[in-house]
Nanobody, 119 residues
Framework: QVPLVESGGGLVQPGGSLRLSCAAS????????IGWYRQAPGKERELVAA???????NYADSVKGRFTISRGNAKNTVYLQMNSLQPEDTAVYYC?????????????WGQGTQVTVSS
């Protein structure tokens, strides 16, 4: 029940890039699917990318071709490489376990990391 920790956000211009990191102390982290979510002001939180323990990957249509999710050499870390960023990508980004129920997932939301895309 220890929250996940997100980092790497910041302010970038349209067309810029950022790499977000998600870390957990949970020893079984690598045995679960990990997802990146984002929430913009006035909108519901949405899943934008996920990677399973077997390496299966899915992306939301809105980020397909621009974002890449991957597991680090240390298996307790997952990254989100974001390229060609646009203003509509502005949001707080979180990581969590998409394979869990919503109730259990609530135990793991961290503080998130702010991504702002603006000129």
């Amino acid at each position: 029940q220890v929250p996940l920790v997100e980092s790497g956000g910041g302010l970038v211009q349209p067309g810029g890039s950022l790499r977000l990191s998600c870390a957990a102390s949970r020893s079984t982290f690598s045995t679960y699917a990990i997802g990146w979510y984002r929430q913009a002001p006035g909108k519901e939180r949405e899943l934008v990318a996920a990677i399973s323990s077997a390496g299966l990957i899915n992306y939301a249509d809105s980020v397909k071709g621009r974002f890449t999710i991957s597991r680090g050499n240390a298996k307790n870390t997952v990254y989100l490489q974001m390229n060609s960023l646009q203003p509509e990508d502005t949001a707080v980004y979180y990581c969590n376990y998409p394979g869990l129920s919503a109730r259990l997932r609530n135990d793991y939301w961290g503080q998130g990391t702010q991504v702002t895309v603006s000129s």
